[in-house]
């Protein structure tokens, strides 16, 4: 087993390719964009049903896309409490998710250390 710069074990197969990394970042980075700019119609109120679907739904594309990860649970819970969802927690927890677990050409996992 391998340790990550973090020095957290990096256990084997856990590495994603770019293109899932950059498609999971994207979706994390649109989530919250799209939160921040409606953010008066996502308050509380009768589309914060929609807020809370939305969250649910990137939750469980981030998770299909990358993989569980710790960091996914208190951002989940944050979007759940009102005006804690203004701070961008998705894009906050994919990078967490994601650094250092991308795949070379090579087949190396970035971050890897021998």
Do not use: C, Y
């Not at 119609?41 to 710790?70: C, E, K, R, T, Y």
């Amino acid at each position: 087993m391998s340790i990550q710069p973090t020095g957290a074990p990096l256990a084997e197969g856990r590495g994603l390719s770019p293109g899932r990394i950059r498609i999971a970042r994207v979706i994390a980075v649109a989530a919250d964009a799209l939160q921040l700019g409606l953010f008066p119609a996502f308050g509380p109120g009768a589309l914060s049903i929609v807020n809370d679907g939305l969250d649910v739904v990137v939750a469980a594309v981030l998770v299909a896309l990358v993989g569980w990860h710790w960091a996914f649970l208190p951002s989940f819970v944050a979007e759940l409490v009102p005006g804690l969802d203004l701070v961008p927690t998705w894009t906050v927890a994919v990078w967490l998710g994601t650094r250092g677990r991308a795949i070379d050409k090579s087949g190396a996992i970035e971050g890897r250390t021998k």
